[in-house]
């Protein structure tokens, strides 16, 4: 089973409560953990054996990329970037899924090249630590704010 089509699962039944906006080729949801502030993922909206952006129809493809760059701006101008990071790697769940990250300096700490490189230098742990889950409140608070640039962009 992938863990990404049982979240969509979710959100169809108005039981996820990090989903944010239906867009016409995903949906927008804040990632469990908040260690990089304003983390985000845009999931696509169909599995099936589409797991290579190259399986997309040419259409499709380029509708999923306008509006992944779109999420990207919603989220930078919500959270305060100082520079976007957009993953798409699937290597937990093949599921086609970008890994949105607002970046601002000495988020990786030392880690990396003296506290410069990409998220996954920064420990696991860390990363996924328990501490970093937004409460409820702030969970609702960054929904309302991503969704009102999400609407003022699309
Ligand atoms: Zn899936």
Redesign the pocket.
Known sequence: M????DR?EMIKKGENPYFVKELETGYVVIGDNQHFYGYTLFLYKN?ENKTELFHLQSDEKMKFLEEMSIVAEAVSKSFGAEKMNYELLGMG???LHWHLYPRRSGDIENYGNNGKGPVWWYPMDKMYSDENRPTGNELEEMRRKLLSELDKLI
């Open positions: 992938c863990l990404i089509c969509i599995h769940d093949a599921h």
